[in-house]
Structures are given as C-alpha cells and as structure tokens.
T-cell receptor, first 116, second 111 residues
C-alpha cells in the first residue's frame, strides 16, 4: 500500500490478556517508530528501529511491552498481561533513513486498544 | 527532562480569522522543532524548523522559531473549516531519534 498500515484498527481485550499490534511501514522506509497517545495526551515515544541496528527501547514503559521488526519491514508491538492504563491509541510511523533529521515521519491510522 | 508546552489547549474561531498557536520547549541538545496536524488519527507533517528567525511557509500556514527564547509559533491566516484539527508541536535532540510531543492545541473553525 501507499501508506503505513496498522492492524487491528480497534482492539478490546480483558485485563491480563496479551495483545499484538501490527505495523506495515511504507516500502523502502528503513526507520520505524511506535508511539502511544492516551486520551488528552501528546504522543509518547515507545521504541525506534533503524535498519539492522539495535532498537532504541528507552520509551517502553515496562517489561510487559516488547516489539520486534522482522526482515527490516513489518513490526509487531506486544503487550503482555494488559492493564487498564495500557488503553490508548498506538501509532506507528516510518521514515526514510534518519527520519527525525528530516522531520517527516509518516504515521499510520493507529490501533485503538481498550482494556476492560 | 525535555518538555514541550503548547498553548492554548483549545481555540474556537470563525472562518476567515487568523490564529496563532504557541509552542515553548525545554531541551538538552536541540536539533529541530516540528509541527504536525492531526485531523482524526494519523498526524501529518507540516514544518521542521532548525534556525531562528527563518519563517517557513506553506500556503496559509507559516511558522517561525526563536531559539533564544525557546519557542515557536504556527500562524494560520484566512482559516477554513478544513483547518479544524489538533496541532502538535514536537522537538528532536541530537543523539537520538525520538520526537518529544506536546499535548497539542485543538483548533475548531466555525463556518
């Protein structure tokens, strides 16, 4: 597709269950980011992947959160033992090479997670 | 800790008005200041500013950065209903690839 694709668009889960959120970046974009946007809040950085380099995981809020990027393309964000405070919109973005250096990150439509 | 503060939190104006949105920041190793527009879900890039006093312009939108006073403004002239959105300000630092975002200004244009 032409843009960043995320799935599912909406996910409702029960507290304690694990969830997986998927991001398919724009073809050719080597940089991939995950952000979280809670109600009324700005975007919170979670993790950054660049090519084959070790990811910057400094934004992951707890060890229940993990992410991987296979083959330098698709990424999966996994939240284990979900808590109600994990409810948010999870946004994925991609960019060419050093995206932050150019400023232009291309965001997906997000996955809205609701933990009951 | 790096911080971005936007004001006002929300703004309602009539179509045709001019608006100014504010962004102040505290950073440790400033690289750039960015503006994004978020209409529904996906934020879209507007401007990146790295130098003080140089205005970036795109149609009715313009933005400028003051690195001494640590703030930026986004101006929208002759507003239209399609300008209704949340406008996000963010900054980046040298040494990492994170963007630190403010909470945004929700702009509503009344026809």
């Amino acid at each position: 597709g032409a843009g960043v694709s995320q799935s599912p668009s909406n996910k409702v889960t029960e507290k304690g269950k694990d969830v997986e959120l998927r991001c398919d970046p724009i073809s050719g974009h080597t940089a991939l980011y995950w952000y979280r946007q809670s109600l009324g809040q700005g975007l919170e950085f979670l993790i950054y992947f660049q090519g084959n380099s070790a990811p910057d995981k400094s934004g992951l809020p707890s060890d229940r959160f993990s992410a991987e990027r296979t083959g330098g393309s698709v990424s999966t964000l996994t939240i284990q033992r979900t808590q109600q405070e994990d409810s948010a919109v999870y946004l994925c973005a991609s960019s060419l090479s050093r995206g932050v250096g150019t400023g232009e990150l291309f965001f997906g439509e997000g996955s809205r997670l609701t933990v009951l | 800790e790096d911080k971005v503060v936007q004001s006002p939190l929300s703004l309602v104006v009539h179509e045709g008005d001019t608006v100014t949105l504010n962004c102040s920041y505290e950073v440790t190793n400033f690289r750039s200041l960015l503006w994004y527009k978020q209409e529904k879900k996906a934020p879209t890039f507007l401007f990146m500013l790295t130098s003080s006093g140089i205005e970036k312009k795109s149609g009715r939108l313009s933005s400028i950065l003051d690195k001494k006073e640590l703030f930026s403004i986004l101006n929208i002239t002759a507003t239209q209903t399609g300008d209704s959105a949340v406008y996000l300000c963010a900054h980046s630092n040298f040494g990492n690839e994170k963007l630190t975002f403010g909470t945004g200004t929700r702009l509503t244009i009344i026809p």
